[in-house]
């Protein structure tokens, strides 16, 4: 709103201020527009595309029946005759008498095999020694046979020793109180040792306990100082026995007591 002043002499009037000037307010900015709100799509079961397809391999298979294979079988001619039955030996009476006939025959047999006395059985699978008298068995205890290590004289050659017990059927060849071992070349290759030239070096007492009974190319049966390893394969090839189970095979097994091993 514009001022006057008062005119007075000598006095030039006042030039009026300039209007003020107002700046338009900005246009409104547009709203955007609402989107579209998406509906979940529906999904078939999936109990649906099993039958559909138990359906279609069902069609398949009837238009195959109906269809063929397309192979054209034949009936098979063998090329080789079947064996001839054995001819009948008569009525079933005198199939069964026949039967037990060689049935005597055959337990006939086996108890000639069975020797005289006592005898060994050693399974050394299961690490087991039976005493036997007939089919009766008088004793049986653990004990440990032959482990099946390799051992080689040096890593670039040399000899090489299996420490396997032998199977097969032997005879106690030999018995021995109180034995001393003589130790071959292999046990102080064992122990990392050199061999002794003198026979004097290698003897060693109390290793082999009481008794030992020789079988034959050095394989023994004896004691033990380790008797917590019986059951276990851990020897160099012979049997080895507890102190108590020992003192009966000693008190049972004179020389040539047979000794069957498996």
């Not at 482990?147 to 032997?170: N, Y």
């Amino acid at each position: 709103m514009a001022t006057w002043v008062p005119y007075r002499p000598g006095l030039t009037p006042a030039a009026p201020p300039p209007e003020p000037t107002f700046a338009p307010p900005p246009p409104p900015r547009p709203r955007p527009e609402p989107r579209p709100i998406a509906r979940p799509r529906r999904r078939l079961p999936r109990a649906l595309f099993v039958v559909l397809g138990l359906l279609l391999l069902a069609l398949g298979a009837a238009a195959l029946a109906l269809s063929g294979t397309g192979y054209a079988y034949r009936d098979f001619a063998p090329t080789v005759s079947p064996a001839p039955l054995p001819p009948s030996s008569g009525t079933p009476e005198k199939r069964m008498t026949k039967l037990r006939n060689e049935q005597r025959k055959l337990q006939t047999t086996l108890q000639k095999k069975i020797p005289p006395g006592t005898y060994v059985v050693i399974d050394q699978t299961h690490n087991r020694i039976t005493l036997k008298k007939g089919e009766e068995i008088t004793h049986e205890a653990v004990c440990s046979a032959g482990s099946g290590l390799v051992l080689r004289e040096s890593a670039t050659g040399g000899r090489k020793w299996i420490f396997d017990t032998p199977r097969g059927a032997f005879k106690v060849l030999k018995r021995d109180e109180n034995p001393v071992w003589k130790k071959p070349d292999w046990a102080f290759v064992e122990e990392g040792k050199p061999i002794p030239r003198r026979d004097s070096e290698r003897f060693e007492y109390g290793m082999l306990g009481e008794y030992a009974l020789q079988f034959g190319n050095g394989y023994m049966m004896h004691g033990t100082l380790y008797e917590r390893l019986l059951g276990r394969s851990v020897t160099h090839g012979c049997i080895r026995i507890g102190r108590d189970d020992l003192r009966v095979v000693w008190h049972d097994c004179p020389i040539g007591t047979r000794i069957f091993i498996y």
